[in-house]
């Protein structure tokens, strides 16, 4: 759960199994981002790269703007 719990041991699910990995996984783990990366054709890395990219955008720590995107949902754009 390091992920998202802040424990900073990022294999361990802290018994509540890998999001994404697992069955019912709730945890955000390194396998939650082996997953992520496999369903698009990436690296574990380049998954985590793009998930902090778009988490910094929203949460400020980088200029963005919210555009909708052609598929109906909201997109964080560079300004």
Known sequence: MC???GCKMPD?????GHAGHEYKGKSIT???FDEAGKSMSQTPEEAKKN???L?????????SKIVKDDSGFDRYDDA
């Open 30 to 32: 390194n396998k939650t």
């Open 55 to 63: 988490l910094k955008k929203i949460l400020g720590e980088k200029p």
């Open 51 to 53: 998930a902090i990219d």
């Open 3 to 5: 992920y998202n719990c």
């Open 12 to 16: 361990n699910p802290m018994g509540a």
